[in-house]
């Protein structure tokens, strides 16, 4: 196998969309989260073999949403470079594809995250692939074929250019299932962010049942709702707090859409003593009184409550 040195990415957003632009100071800037997609992935390609991968956000630098120079020679010297996309923060995603691309023309970058999702053929104005949707399969894949040669058309679930120039769109890849949401490895994070997080995220399932206009997430995770195991579940969670002590925000697309298993999930915390420093919670109420299933007793911080438009 040919080695190969990957670095991952997630932007912090900017105020004027540009690479090293002044912060967001806004809602979503309020808290400081780890990415949802980078520490994850550099854990699954690490598992695959491919040891040299690492995440780097710069929104936990000295410099804030500043890379170090040692960081960009990094990049600049990487053989794949994987860049998570959401539409905040995409002008500044796609100004730094174009950077790599001048410094390092082989360097293949890799686009991925719901804004690339929905617009890949934006995304390959400056990237050489998009992975659409859950790229925890695609991702390992895309490296077996960076390292081993291989057809492009046999990977589900991704965009590029042909020889032609003419965009390419695999057939989608299925979400993953609930073995295979728990059969993956736990994100790694790096010291640089267990520092600069206000709060450590922990993401047991993913997909809503629900079907809400205005809600990305059905089309990103689905409508089926998955999730990990309970046993795998806590292992997760002891991983975590094994890392770091801060605040948990659990970042479910819907932690309570099955209230049984939330509670289930709630009780064996309390039964095996696990002391949460304290802990906050994504909800998408239909009417129903899913914050019932939150313990008073496992340190509830915030409950993020939303309404659904009640579609079917």
Do not use: W
């Not at 690492?54 to 990094?74: D, E, V, W």
């Amino acid at each position: 196998m040919k080695t190969i040195s990957t670095t991952l990415i997630e932007l912090p957003a900017t105020a004027d969309g540009r690479l090293y632009g002044k912060l967001s100071d806004d809602i979503y800037s309020f808290f400081r989260l780890p990415s949802r997609a980078t520490d994850l992935l550099t854990a699954i390609a690490i598992k695959a073999g491919y040891n040299d991968t690492i995440a780097l956000n710069p929104s936990f630098n000295k410099a804030r949403g500043r890379f170090t120079l040692p960081q960009m020679k990094r990049i600049a010297a990487s053989d794949v470079v994987g860049i998570s996309t959401i539409t905040r923060t995409a002008p500044q995603s796609y100004e730094l594809a174009d950077y790599i691309k001048r410094a390092n023309p082989k360097a293949k970058v890799i686009i991925g995250g719901p804004h690339a999702s929905a617009l890949p053929e934006e995304a390959l104005l400056h990237g050489d692939i998009v992975v659409t949707n859950e790229g925890d399969h695609t991702f390992v894949e895309l490296l077996n074929h960076m390292a081993n040669g291989g057809d492009l058309h046999g990977i589900l679930g991704i965009a590029f250019k042909n020889e032609a120039g003419e965009i390419t769109r695999t057939p989608k890849r299925s979400f993953l299932t609930n073995e295979e949401l728990s059969n993956l490895p736990f994100p790694i994070y790096s010291k640089n962010v267990l520092d600069g997080i206000t709060h450590v995220v922990i993401n047991t399932s993913r997909g809503c049942p629900y079907a809400c206009e205005y809600c990305a997430v059905i089309e990103n995770f689905g409508r089926e709702f998955r999730f990990m195991d309970i046993e795998r579940t806590i292992e997760l969670i002891q991983h975590t707090l094994a890392q770091t002590r801060k605040t948990v925000f659990f970042g479910d697309d819907n932690f309570a859409a099955s209230p049984k298993r939330a509670k289930t999930l709630l009780e064996e915390i309390l039964n095996r003593g696990i002391k949460m420093p304290q802990a906050d919670f994504p909800d998408r109420d239909r009417g129903t009184n899913a914050a019932g299933v939150m313990h008073r007793d496992v340190s509830l911080g915030l409950l993020f409550h939303g309404i659904s438009d009640q579609v079917a």
